[in-house]
């Protein structure tokens, strides 16, 4: 505790000292951006190069204050959350999500995290954008399945989240809706035993990336994650999948301040 109050007033210091200046503007509405349809979601994925790990402490947390600084300066349109993959994936050792109402918010926060004395020790391994819209399968379904949708999640942190891009085959869009609503009815009966503990979100990535869905998971039971997979696998609809994963990634919600205090270490 004492180690990590030392990190987190060290940026705080640098912060005072000009290294960085927080806005004075207020945070955009996080709520709508989680809620609302139409909202833009980014992923963006980084890998921390090999000089990270060489810097004095001192100089890693003051770089680390512009990481927190550019975060700053931009809530004000864009709501981000930051996930600590290193250690749990190959893949990379951070990952942002970014929400926001316009995509060019999302590329210029994106382009200042960069910039920043932190970002220039980043290396970009995959974007990935996505859109949030209305259910397109929902409206067919029984009035009874349509209400189990509304189960609400068990109270409590959900740790671990998971980002799986997916791509449908040719022959999926080439469907009729009444055909793919039914296809989609039993993958959605699969799932209705997990939903209290993985919490899922859709974003649609067609023409706006080389994958159809972006699916987000977080949960605090890992082992009710695996068990969804593998029922989600067994059902007809996943036939017509042609891409699951290739990246997956797998890391911990954690707050900026939480971030940065394992990274200064």
């Not at 994936?89 to 382009?111: C, G, N």
Request: charged share 25%; with cysteine.
């Amino acid at each position: 505790m004492i180690a990590r109050l030392y990190i987190i007033t060290l940026v705080l210091l640098c912060g005072m000292l000009g290294i960085w200046v927080a806005p004075l503007h207020a945070e955009v509405d996080r709520e709508r951006l989680l809620t609302e349809a139409g909202i833009y979601g980014t992923f963006a994925a980084f890998v921390l190069d090999d000089e990270w790990g060489r810097l004095e402490p001192s100089t890693r947390i003051a770089r680390l204050a512009t990481l927190k600084g550019v975060v700053e300066q931009h809530r004000e349109n864009v709501a981000i959350d930051v996930y600590l993959l290193r250690g749990l994936s190959d893949q990379a050792d951070l990952l942002f999500r970014i929400h926001a109402m316009e995509l060019r918010d999302t590329q210029e926060f994106l382009l200042d995290l960069q910039s920043s004395q932190f970002g220039k020790h980043l290396t970009g391994i995959k974007a990935m954008h996505g859109l949030t819209k209305k259910p397109n399968y929902v409206p067919g379904f029984p009035d009874q399945m349509k209400t189990d949708l509304k189960t609400p999640s068990e109270a409590g942190e959900k740790p671990y989240a998971i980002v799986i891009p997916i791509k449908k085959s040719a022959e999926w869009w080439e469907l009729e809706q009444e055909k793919r609503t039914a296809l989609m009815q039993e993958h959605t009966a699969v799932t209705l035993p997990f939903l209290k503990t993985v919490k899922r979100k859709l974003y649609h990535s067609g023409g706006l990336d080389d994958v159809d869905f972006i699916t987000y998971f977080e949960t605090s039971n890992l082992e009710d994650f695996h068990g969804l997979m593998l029922s989600l696998q067994r059902v007809k609809e996943f036939g017509y999948t042609r891409q699951f994963g290739n990246p997956l990634l797998l890391g911990t919600v954690q707050s900026l301040d939480q971030v940065i205090e394992v990274l200064a270490q």
